[in-house]
């Protein structure tokens, strides 16, 4: 007798389909959502620089130049021209102020300083004969003023005799007419010669007055001419080392022209050229500091050149406690100029990376070893060592700061 035979439901061939369709359903879901879509680059770690993320002080600098110079210079300046007669140091010598450098020939400045000199010395003979005129004048007046006084005296005795004897009708009316007259004469010359004594005497001291004036002028143009005449010889304005010097005894010398410098030994100074990008944040009063010989030495600015050359301006700065013995001056020693103090920060290592992603993005290095991938980061101040990072990275994580100029600016680097 014939059995119905039921068909299987779940066939091999069934549950191979099914298994082969989910496969698929699988891989393209893996394509569209699973799948690593970022761009990868294999790479050799040997190759590369990788830093730790630190939790650490930082300091916001920039290194430059200074060169030392002397704190306080005197210049040597050629007064009045000539060719140079007698040489008395040289270059280096140590000065005392007043000391003669040099010595000028210019015959012909002489020859006028002469005749200036023999105008002013007959102008001053003039003014003191003219003065002592005045004063002889004024003698004079003063001995007709006694001389009159005297008749007057005379002539009163005798008028009021006449007085006495015309009122006894002693004499006759003509005799003490002529007393009168001779007593009323004598005190009009009086009166007149004393206006004249007033008047001359406002016009001598107005006179005088003018006449000192002009005397003490010529003798200062006097005394100015002679000076003029010891710049000839070139002395030490100051006491110090005698720098610059370069003179040779039969050159010419203009006037105006600079012989060298006097370097006073009452300490240093530093001048550095700083780029003008930092002109903004430059001031006064900043702070910057070197190592010398295992020891640290504090500056500050206190002066500020503000024109540009070449693009960079520049800047004097002078120890605030103590500097080197051992510095001279044309050394040239680097500088860190310090634009914040030193205060709590995440930092990472400056690397050639910077140059790549403008300190946008860097490579994180995965706590497996194995890659690394980008990863968006922010960083704002920096120095010679360190950048601070603002945002995108934690102290104990790994970048990579060396260049990444041969990436192509791939997502993930695998590590062979």
């Given at each position: 007798?014939?059995?119905?035979?039921e068909k299987k439901k779940w066939t091999p061939k069934k549950?191979?389909?099914?298994?082969?369709?989910?496969?698929?359903?699988?891989?393209?879901?893996?394509?569209?959502?699973?799948?690593?879509?970022?761009?990868?680059?294999?790479?050799?770690?040997?190759?590369?620089?990788?830093?730790?993320?630190?939790?650490?002080?930082?300091?916001?600098?920039?290194?430059?130049?200074?060169?030392?110079?002397?704190?306080?210079?005197?210049?040597?300046?050629?007064?009045?021209?000539?060719?140079?007669?007698?040489?008395?140091?040289?270059?280096?010598?140590?000065?005392?102020?007043?000391?003669?450098?040099?010595?000028?020939?210019?015959?012909?400045?002489?020859?006028?300083?002469?005749?200036?000199?023999?105008?002013?010395?007959?102008?001053?003979?003039?003014?003191?004969?003219?003065?002592?005129?005045?004063?002889?004048?004024?003698?004079?007046?003063?001995?007709?003023?006694?001389?009159?006084?005297?008749?007057?005296?005379?002539?009163?005795?005798?008028?009021?005799?006449?007085?006495?004897?015309?009122?006894?009708?002693?004499?006759?009316?003509?005799?003490?007419?002529?007393?009168?007259?001779?007593?009323?004469f004598t005190l009009k010359q009086l009166d007149i010669s004393?206006?004249?004594?007033?008047?001359?005497?406002?016009?001598?001291?107005?006179?005088?007055?003018?006449?000192?004036?002009?005397?003490?002028?010529?003798?200062?143009?006097?005394?100015?001419?002679?000076?003029?005449?010891?710049?000839?010889?070139?002395?030490?304005?100051?006491?110090?080392?005698?720098?610059?010097?370069?003179?040779?005894?039969?050159?010419?010398?203009?006037?105006?022209?600079?012989?060298?410098?006097?370097?006073?030994?009452?300490?240093?100074?530093?001048?550095?050229?700083?780029?003008?990008?930092?002109?903004?944040?430059?001031?006064?009063?900043?702070?910057?500091?070197?190592?010398?010989?295992?020891?640290?030495?504090?500056?500050?600015?206190?002066?500020?050149?503000?024109?540009?050359?070449?693009?960079?301006?520049?800047?004097?700065?002078?120890?605030?406690?103590?500097?080197?013995?051992?510095?001279?001056?044309?050394?040239?020693?680097?500088?860190?100029?310090?634009?914040?103090?030193?205060?709590?920060?995440?930092?990472?290592?400056?690397?050639?990376?910077?140059?790549?992603?403008?300190?946008?993005?860097?490579?994180?290095?995965?706590?497996?070893?194995?890659?690394?991938?980008?990863?968006?980061?922010?960083?704002?101040?920096?120095?010679?060592?360190?950048?601070?990072?603002?945002?995108?990275?934690?102290?104990?994580?790994?970048?990579?700061?060396?260049?990444?100029?041969?990436?192509?600016?791939?997502?993930?680097?695998?590590?062979?």
């Amino acid at each position: 007798m014939d059995r119905v035979i039921e068909k299987k439901k779940w066939t091999p061939k069934k549950i191979a389909s099914i298994v082969a369709i989910a496969a698929f359903v699988f891989f393209i879901v893996y394509l569209l959502f699973l799948r690593d879509k970022s761009s990868k680059l294999y790479v050799d770690k040997n190759q590369l620089t990788i830093a730790p993320v630190l939790a650490d002080k930082f300091q916001e600098f920039i290194p430059i130049d200074g060169v030392v110079y002397p704190k306080n210079t005197n210049y040597i300046d050629v007064a009045q021209g000539g060719v140079v007669e007698q040489k008395f140091v040289e270059d280096g010598a140590m000065l005392n102020e007043g000391d003669t450098i040099i010595k000028l020939l210019n015959t012909q400045m002489e020859l006028s300083y002469m005749e200036q000199e023999t105008r002013m010395l007959a102008e001053i003979n003039n003014f003191n004969t003219t003065r002592l005129a005045l004063e002889q004048n004024n003698y004079l007046r003063q001995k007709e003023i006694v001389n009159l006084e005297y008749t007057i005296d005379k002539t009163k005795i005798d008028f009021e005799r006449k007085v006495q004897l015309k009122n006894e009708d002693v004499i006759s009316p003509k005799e003490f007419e002529d007393a009168k007259r001779e007593y009323e004469f004598t005190l009009k010359q009086l009166d007149i010669s004393l206006k004249l004594q007033r008047l001359d005497s406002m016009s001598g001291a107005n006179r005088t007055k003018a006449i000192n004036t002009s005397l003490e002028r010529t003798e200062q143009n006097l005394a100015l001419l002679r000076r003029n005449m010891e710049n000839a010889y070139i002395k030490a304005p100051a006491t110090g080392i005698l720098s610059s010097f370069s003179v040779e005894i039969g050159e010419t010398k203009r006037q105006g022209e600079r012989l060298g410098q006097i370097d006073m030994q009452d300490g240093f100074k530093l001048r550095a050229n700083i780029d003008e990008r930092y002109i903004s944040r430059v001031a006064e009063g900043q702070g910057a500091e070197f190592d010398f010989n295992g020891q640290n030495f504090q500056l500050e600015i206190f002066k500020i050149y503000t024109d540009v050359t070449n693009g960079s301006f520049q800047v004097d700065l002078h120890f605030v406690d103590g500097y080197p013995e051992s510095i001279k001056r044309g050394q040239t020693i680097q500088l860190r100029l310090k634009f914040s103090s030193e205060s709590d920060a995440i930092i990472i290592k400056r690397g050639s990376f910077f140059q790549e992603t403008g300190g946008n993005w860097i490579y994180v290095v995965d706590e497996s070893g194995s890659f690394a991938y980008k990863r968006p980061i922010r960083i704002n101040r920096q120095n010679t060592n360190y950048y601070e990072v603002m945002e995108g990275l934690q102290p104990g994580e790994n970048v990579i700061v060396s260049s990444y100029d041969s990436f192509g600016n791939k997502d993930k680097l695998i590590f062979r």
